[in-house]
């Protein structure tokens, strides 16, 4: 279901972008411009390279919840499925017996404090923890 609901964010996302370029919510920035802080809540944003006039520019689509409601409610259910899929991997974690669970923490803790981890690395701890903590009791905590 999250896959689902990824590719639900990604297809409202792109049809907001069209309605909201086509609307004229948009700034454009030279590539390498110091681009302006638009971390906006309540609105989705995002940032396309393009070209105009010959030159390099990034376009800044945005796109308020309040304006694109299909776009908020598929927010909303992304984010509410990836929460749940959080908890799980949490809760599924906590639940193993501890001769598992220990020195799976062990190395979980050791790819964490790896400045140089592989992807391999990165992508196994992101698919045992997600985005939870992990706690001095070797178990998992979400974040929120």
């Given amino acids: 279901l999250l896959a689902e609901a990824e590719t639900l ?3 409202e996302r792109f049809a907001a972008s069209a309605t909201a370029i086509e609307s004229g919510s948009y700034i ?3 590539v390498g411009a ?6 906006m809540d309540g609105a ?5 390279p393009s070209e105009v006039g010959g ?3 990034v376009v800044t689509i945005l796109m ?13 259910y992304y984010d509410a499925l990836h929460s749940f899929s959080e ?19 062990e190395r979980l803790r050791a790819i964490m404090n790896n400045q140089r981890a592989t992807d391999t690395d990165r ?17 998992l905590a979400i974040i929120r």
């Avoid at 110091?34 to 971390?39: G, H, R, V």
Wanted: no cysteine.
């Fill in 34 to 39: 110091d681009a302006p802080s638009l971390l």
């Fill in 55 to 57: 030159r390099d520019v």
């Fill in 64 to 76: 308020p919840y309040d304006e694109y409601g299909n776009l908020a409610r598929a927010r909303e």
């Fill in 28 to 30: 454009t920035t030279d």
């Fill in 44 to 48: 989705e944003v995002a940032a396309v």
């Fill in 87 to 105: 908890s799980e991997k949490a809760r599924k974690f906590n639940e193993l017996p501890d001769d598992v669970r220990l020195p799976l923490a």
């Fill in 123 to 139: 992508k196994f701890l992101y698919d045992q923890i997600g985005f939870a903590r992990l706690t001095e009791r070797n178990s």
């Fill in 9 to 11: 964010l990604a297809m």
